[in-house]
């Protein structure tokens, strides 16, 4: 199974920071990267698709990038509707599917 | 639009089984493979299998082999996933998710579409 560790676990940042998380495969996923963020109570959201495309709707402060084992997902500028856990996801190989443990972005 | 709508939350005791519905609207049943995805309270998310709403065939996670069944109706546009075998373990959140590619290619396993939730509380 393909593992997925993000970095940080947790990170407290301001309203107006730039934030960026860290998703690495342990083997090469090429392009096939997904990120997602969740709210409390929430289902998970679609953010960026094949590393770097951004979903329908989601705003262009959110970018992606990276490919084969090493890639980020950045904020360019938090907004208070910001702050959720994000979640990366390998869609290379299945099954299975594999998600990283998630980063927890908290208001500072 | 398109959505996923899920059946409410379930109690169970250890041994026994849950089955959770997913019904959808808004899109072509049919057209686009839904996966199950589980959360355990304050633990991150684990793919449990897919389905291809289209012919029936499924994917199962391996952990999940034996206990997971994945069926669907497609005169109602609903999924379900059966889970057998109960354990304290498997108190979770379900989900269901939309795939984001159609059938007539390969599964592309990309979540789009969520469902809300459907909460499974196994205790004694």
């Known amino acids: 199974d393909i593992q997925m560790t993000q970095s940080p676990s947790s990170l407290s940042a301001s309203v107006t920071d730039r934030v960026t998380i860290t998703c690495r495969a342990s083997?090469?996923?090429?392009?096939?990267l997904n990120w997602y963020q969740q709210k409390p109570g929430k289902a998970p959201q679609l953010l960026i698709y094949d590393a770097s495309t951004l979903q329908s709707g989601v705003p262009s402060r959110f970018s992606g990038s990276g490919s084969g084992t090493h890639f980020t997902l950045t904020i360019s500028s938090l907004q208070p509707e910001d702050f959720a856990t994000y979640y990366c996801?390998?869609?290379?190989?299945?099954?299975?599917?594999?998600f990283g443990r998630g980063t927890r972005l908290d208001i500072k | 639009q398109a959505q996923l709508v899920q059946s409410g939350a379930e109690m169970r005791k250890p041994g026994a089984s849950v089955k959770v519905s997913c019904k959808a609207s808004g899109y072509v049943f049919t057209s686009y493979y839904l996966h199950w995805v589980r959360q355990a309270p304050g633990q991150g998310l684990e793919w449990m299998g897919v389905?291809?709403?289209?012919?029936?065939?499924?994917s199962y996670a391996q952990g999940f082999k034996g206990r997971v069944t994945m069926t669907r109706d497609t005169s109602t546009n609903i999924a379900y996933i059966h889970l057998s075998s109960l354990r304290s373990e498997d108190t979770a959140t379900y989900y269901c998710a939309r795939d984001q590619q159609t059938v007539v290619r390969r599964v592309k396993n990309v979540f789009d579409i969520w469902g809300q939730g459907t909460v499974v509380n196994v205790s004694s």
């Open positions: 083997e090469s996923i090429n392009n096939y």
């Open positions: 389905i291809d709403p289209s012919g029936g065939s499924t």
């Open positions: 996801q390998q869609s290379h190989s299945s099954p299975p599917i594999t």
